[in-house]
């Protein structure tokens, strides 16, 4: 049901852009129906400019569509009954909880108003903030447009940006530094996170999901930060042009944050060295936090797999983390993620690879950015034909929808009449 709203969302979309009010100059329906997919999955990937090719009508049709599709269609639904006052149903409670990746309908319409004061207060600040960099560049109206634009774009994680180099001409501006890598970790950590946090305000008594999404958090950006600098430092096509160090390290902190979730960029991403590309990659993959704006099988998948590897390797029975275990359950759904998540990435590979004879590293990159609703991209994107704008759209909405939803839709849900007696298996 939600991948069928989804699917709708994206064709009004599409309409939508197709009109003559949405276009500077005329444009087909494969660049409207590419770019109203990549906003309702939050990506950011983009076959034309979105600055100079959709008038102001057609770029606030986008900023509706990542709007919506960052919130989520049944989050925004109840946001709008809870409004109108008016009952929410138990069928729209068990989508809603589907939406949000939630495992219970307890709570479900307190998450929700949690997650519209979150997104209007960060939306908000943010945008009055950007006011300081864009009102001296553009003038107050296209300036105030441009803010609000680049916040709502960058909370949910999209990347859209309303410049042909996205945020490459204020790549050592301390604001932009700041608002837009800070509005990409709020968005992207998860609305439960942040109901917990607001609930629970001392480390000890956040839940186990919350903890291990914040360390994970914190890991990976230090280390692809750090990363990012050591590999860079001297290459002339990224940070090797800026001789100041302060510089280099501001566009570090922002290049290595916004990696895993957003495809806004302050360098060439076709300039980074193949080592750099292969981090993208695994980071794009990993992805941001469950309950967010972002894609990627997300961080705490990723930490549970590590957990495992090494409970195997301890010969433990169990998985523990923060004084608490983990279920077989939770061990087996990560196991089944990361698996259907591998498969898509690697067809969509093979797939793209057949019918472009591109660079076989800036085609992976782009895959990989598509299934984790990231939108960086080596220049790919618009090179593609209509074969290869199809694949990257398929897989953009399957990282958007979930990879799960697929192995759902594939295999019926039926449970086993018969045991079995149990047999050894060799392995690895």
Wanted: charged share 10%; proline share 3%; glycine share 10%.
């Amino acid at each position: 049901m939600l991948s069928v709203l989804y699917l709708a969302l994206i064709l009004i979309g599409a309409g939508v852009l197709s009109l003559p009010i949405s276009v500077t100059t005329p444009t087909t329906f494969s660049d409207a129906l590419f770019t109203a997919t990549s906003a309702v999955t939050v990506t950011g990937l983009s076959v034309v400019d979105t600055g100079t090719n959709f008038t102001l009508f057609g770029q606030a049709a986008i900023l509706i569509m990542i709007q919506l599709g960052g919130l989520g269609l049944m989050t925004f639904a109840a946001l709008v009954l809870s409004v109108l006052g008016l009952p929410i149903g138990l069928s729209h409670h068990t989508y809603l909880r589907e939406d949000l990746s939630q495992t219970s309908l307890d709570r479900l319409v307190g998450l929700v108003k949690t997650i519209l004061r979150v997104v209007l207060i960060c939306e908000l600040i943010g945008a009055a903030l950007l006011l300081l960099v864009f009102v001296p560049e553009f003038g107050l109206i296209k300036g105030l447009w441009f803010s609000v634009f680049h916040s709502v774009s960058a909370f949910n994680n999209a990347g859209f940006s309303l410049m042909p180099d996205s945020l490459t001409h204020w790549a050592t501006n301390p604001v932009v530094n700041l608002v837009i890598p800070g509005l990409l970790v709020i968005g992207g950590i998860g609305f439960s996170v942040i109901s917990d946090m607001s609930q629970h305000r001392t480390w000890q008594r956040l839940s186990m999901h919350s903890k291990i999404m914040l360390s994970g958090t914190a890991i990976l950006t230090i280390w692809s930060v750090t990363v990012f600098a050591i590999l860079e430092w001297n290459n002339p096509g990224t940070l090797g042009a800026y001789p100041n160090i302060f510089d280099k390290l501001q566009i570090s902190w922002f290049q290595g944050l916004t990696t895993r979730t957003a495809g806004f960029n302050t360098v060439d991403i076709g300039s980074i060295h193949d080592t750099t590309a292969l981090m993208f990659v695994l980071l794009m993959v990993i992805g941001a936090g469950s309950t967010s704006t972002a894609g990627g099988i997300k961080v705490t998948t990723f930490i549970v797999l590590i957990l495992a590897t090494i409970a195997f390797f301890k010969r433990h029975n169990q998985l523990h983390a923060f004084g608490r275990s983990i279920g077989l359950e939770e061990v087996m759904k990560v196991l089944a993620l990361t698996m259907i998540s591998i498969f898509v990435i690697m067809l969509g590979i093979f797939l793209i690879t057949i019918s472009h004879d591109g660079d076989f590293l800036d085609l992976v990159f782009e895959v990989t950015s598509a299934f984790g609703t990231v939108g960086l991209s080596r220049g790919t994107t618009g090179e593609l034909d209509t074969a290869g704008r199809i694949i990257i759209g398929v897989i953009m909405f399957i990282g958007r929808v979930g990879p799960l939803t697929l192995g759902f839709f594939l295999a019926r849900r039926v449970p086993p009449r018969i045991s079995y007696p149990a047999s050894q298996v060799y392995l690895g």
